[in-house]
């Protein structure tokens, strides 16, 4: 089992990494001192595997837990939902010292864990990301909430867990396009932050697509060891936090214009991240070879890199752009890369280069 450690004063907290680490839910918790009673929160598909081991292990452990089931998707991230989570949470009379179980993807994990911020005015709560996207990405550093008809996420909190389970048994169950999904997100901290890190994906594609342990377990640790460098530096998006968003105005953007069911958040991003590169070869100096590295590792990923929009899909685009929380002043602020490994946020960009970026090849 491999540890990385949140580092936020007081509210620091691990993520473990490992195998088979499901059993073992409820002894983590205890260690923590959690209150006895808690609700595990979960959609159907992982219900069906993952319900019964993770409240046999908390009920070993000495802990009460209710289970709410929600829809899978993320058109789950309603307030009608969260409403019906505080229902359930009341009616089983759940009370400050309890705590909230988000077993599931980045939608279980945004969904629950922002329920945890605001019932009661924040109880604990522990995530226990089952899909690769969110064990390196949504379920590591307090980022919870849920969307509007308007956007992505515009109704949230930044509220830390107390503990991140990882389980990589967990992705062996996940369909293929889920789990190629998850690693746009990896490919991310590669652009962003580790140009070792990408050069690795590049040579190692391969083993990842095939879920090889070593490789999957050392490169879900690196994600996570870089999201909890810049999270411990930058809690609420203040400054350096926002290099996290490369490629996700763009990628928020067509999933609100497509009603959360044509792309997986990893596939809008992916095509969000080639297009970001392409603005940044024209504003920022990233080198034509750098560009065509990104694509291409997209790409023998399995995921999409170009979306062809007419002029209606292009206008509602940016109108959901601007409503992306970036924003600052009415102008979308976008993260553009350098080099790979770094980038530089805050940036202005004309519409006409997004138009262009957006072109198809």
Do not use: W
């Amino acid at each position: 089992m491999r540890t990385v450690k949140v580092p936020l004063a007081d509210r620091s907290y691990p993520i473990r990494i490992g195998s088979g680490l499901l059993a073992d839910l409820g002894a983590q918790c205890a260690r923590l001192k959690l209150g006895r009673r808690c609700a595990v929160i979960s959609d159907a598909a992982v219900a069906r595997r993952y319900r019964k081991p993770a409240l046999a292990s908390l009920k070993a452990a000495g802990f009460e837990p209710i289970f709410i089931s929600q829809s899978a998707g993320e058109q789950a991230k309603t307030l009608k939902n969260v409403q019906a989570c505080y229902d359930q949470l009341a009616k089983h009379r759940l009370e400050r010292g309890s705590f909230v179980v988000a077993l599931g993807g980045g939608v279980v994990g945004d969904l629950g864990g922002f329920v945890a911020a605001t019932y009661l005015r924040g109880i604990d709560f522990v995530q226990v990301p089952t899909t690769l996207l969110a064990q390196v990405d949504s379920s590591v550093g307090g980022k919870v909430g849920v969307n509007l008809p308007a956007g992505k996420n515009l109704v949230g909190a930044f509220y830390q867990p107390k503990l991140v389970l990882c389980d990589l048994e967990t992705l062996g169950t996940l369909p293929a396009r889920e789990f190629r999904a998850g690693l746009a997100e990896v490919i991310k901290y590669g652009i962003i932050y580790d140009a070792k890190l990408f050069r690795r994906l590049e040579r190692d594609l391969p083993k990842l697509l095939v879920q090889d342990p070593a490789t999957l377990s050392t490169v879900i640790a690196r994600c996570c060891q870089i999201k909890a460098e810049v999270v411990g530096k930058d809690e609420k998006e203040a400054g350096l936090r926002a290099i996290l968003n490369f490629g996700h105005t763009i990628g928020h953007g067509l999933e609100a214009i497509s009603q959360y069911g044509k792309y997986l958040h990893g596939e809008a991003i992916s095509i969000g991240q080639v297009a970001a590169a392409k603005v940044s070869s024209e504003l920022t100096g990233l080198p034509a070879a750098a560009v065509d590295r990104i694509a291409a590792i997209f790409a023998a990923t399995g995921l999409p890199t170009e979306v062809k929009l007419n002029a209606t899909q292009t206008k509602r685009l940016f109108a959901a752009m601007k409503l992306d929380k970036k924003v600052s002043g009415g102008e979308i602020k976008f993260v553009l890369a350098e080099s790979i490994g770094r980038v530089k946020i805050g940036q202005s960009v004309p519409d006409a280069a997004v138009r262009r970026a957006l072109r198809k090849s």
